[in-house]
């Protein structure tokens, strides 16, 4: 019960950290701990073999998803 | 109370341990494995942090690396023991190849941690404070200080090199 509290705990805190850069670069990090964070809640609420899937699913899609936000703004800066 | 808490401590230091030594074996630190890891490593660097370190930040934003392969193979052998653990595993190599990685930290952290996991099942851990850990360790890593813990991650490489 306490690695739920902990879990989610930390996941508000990296959105606030996350929030509170101004740097994209730096703030991906911050985001990727939230993911993390998710990720991890998600098993610990639903004990279910599915849930792994679950957990999966949402943290290869957000990965991909920061992967694709830090692709787009080192090409931007290619650009400036 | 106590005793569980004390146990998330030391899942989190194993994990923190495990994820970065497979890391650093795999070079994550030399290279970004996209564009978008390098940008991220410049912008570390610019805040005051390492390059090396910052690239290795860079590349556990931006693909399923062995943080993301413990924090799953812990969740997987939480739901169904080790089958779980190495679902994960698969999982987690799915999604290397999804993020065009070519490396294969994430896959063999994945297994790794699935035995290490179910090992300290075996001396009164539960599967729940490695998960707990592991989402301690990435916020050491990637949450408190980028500056630090790219500096660290960087002395650490240069050991390696």
């Not at chain 1, 306490?2 to 990090?29: M, S």
């Amino acid at each position: 019960m306490i690695a739920l509290y902990i879990v989610a705990v930390i996941a508000v805190f990296a959105v606030i950290r996350a929030t509170l850069e101004k740097n994209t670069g730096r703030k991906l990090p911050y985001v990727n701990v939230m993911n993390f964070a998710v990720a991890g809640a998600i098993v610990l609420l639903l004990d279910h073999p599915l849930a792994l899937a679950a957990a999966a699913a949402y943290f290869v899609g957000s990965t991909l998803e920061a992967n694709a936000l830090a692709s787009t703004y080192a090409g931007g800066d290619r650009r400036g | 109370m106590l005793g569980e808490f004390l146990h998330i401590l030391a899942a989190a230091i194993v994990s923190w341990i495990l994820f970065v030594a497979v890391d650093i074996f795999f070079k994550l630190p030399e290279t970004g494995g996209v564009v978008g890891a390098t940008a991220i490593a410049r912008d570390i660097e610019a805040g005051g942090g390492d390059l090396a370190g910052g690239t290795m930040m860079g590349n556990i934003v931006c693909s399923p690396d062995a943080s993301a392969g413990t924090l799953l193979a812990a969740c997987g052998v939480y739901v169904a023991g080790i089958p779980g653990g190495l679902a994960a595993a698969v999982l987690v190599y799915i999604g290397n190849r999804i993020c065009y990685d070519p490396g294969y930290a994430g896959t063999t952290g994945a297994v790794l941690a699935t035995f290490v996991v179910y090992g300290f099942t075996l001396v009164g851990f539960a599967a729940t404070d490695f998960i707990a850990g592991m989402v301690i360790a990435i916020l050491t890593v990637q949450g408190l200080s980028h500056a630090h813990a790219s500096q660290l991650l960087g002395r650490l490489w240069r050991v390696r090199e």
